[in-house]
């Protein structure tokens, strides 16, 4: 119990110090841009109520969750083809190095022209930016893995699915789980980015209409639910990690006590 407080604790002490210094350096504020942190969270329970959640911040969930998904199990596949193929990396690679190059808002243009400029659209912009990390972490993570133990796996007889199952992807999952880290990161930024282009609603939506309509405060309110939304995402992605990772942690955690 003391531990997970102590954990708490290092959790809320920069985002607490934070929010003390945006407090005392924006309370004597007039700038019209620049409203005291005060105003805005007065603001905060008037713009954000239960319908607008439903309306804004569960269809940017959704949006975010189907292009992630897509870019892992995409990303993943590729890389393992990739990354357990020399003749297959070597003929890819330029290609991906080209692809990657491309920031995936300067797609969102072309990507319309195909997809509309419904969901569909959202999902793919945010897909196309994710896929690059995941895909390229697994490729390394397969190249990686320890050729001894994948001379033992020939020997016993543990070759396709098998081999896959039980040794490429554990042993390249921790660098599996860098790129899904990079990725979710790189998701929340293209979902307001795509969700500015020919949307109805949506967190990117609702920020640039409160811009325009020069509801500055409403506005920030709207930055403060993008940022509470990354940050419980990142817990959440962490309580997955370490639960899929934990012989990874532990095995980590062993070695620096053995030294």
């Not at 920020?207 to 405060?217: D, H, K, L, Y």
Request: with cysteine.
């Amino acid at each position: 119990m003391r531990g997970l407080l102590m954990r708490l604790g290092y959790v809320l002490a920069l985002p607490a110090v934070l929010v003390a210094v945006w407090w005392v350096a924006s309370d004597d504020s007039t700038d019209v841009y620049w409203p005291p942190l005060r105003t805005i969270l007065e603001t905060f329970p008037d713009v954000w109520t239960g319908e607008r959640l439903r309306a804004d911040v569960l269809p940017s969930v959704l949006r975010l969750a189907g292009g992630y998904t897509l870019a892992a199990v995409a990303g993943i596949a590729l890389g393992t083809v990739i990354g357990s193929h020399r003749r297959v990396r070597a003929v890819c690679e330029p290609v991906l190095e080209f692809l990657r190059a491309v920031p995936p808002p300067v797609l969102v243009p072309v990507i319309m022209l195909f997809a509309g400029i419904g969901d569909t659209m959202k999902v793919v912009v945010i897909a196309a930016g994710c896929v690059w990390p995941v895909l390229l972490n697994t490729v390394e993570g397969v190249r990686a893995v320890d050729p001894v133990m994948t001379e033992t796996a020939r020997s016993y007889g543990i070759t396709g699915l098998a081999r896959l199952r039980d040794l490429v992807l554990p042993s390249a999952s921790p660098q599996i789980f860098a790129g899904l880290r990079q990725a979710l990161s790189i998701g929340i930024i293209l979902m307001v980015i795509s969700e500015m282009f020919a949307a109805s609603n949506g967190l990117g939506f609702t920020i640039v209409q409160f811009q325009r309509g020069f509801a500055i405060p409403g506005m920030w309110t709207g930055i403060l639910v993008l940022g509470l939304l990354g940050f419980v995402l990142s817990v959440l992605f962490q309580l997955v990690e370490r639960r899929v990772l934990g012989w990874y942690h532990g095995l980590r955690a062993s070695t620096r006590r053995s030294r």
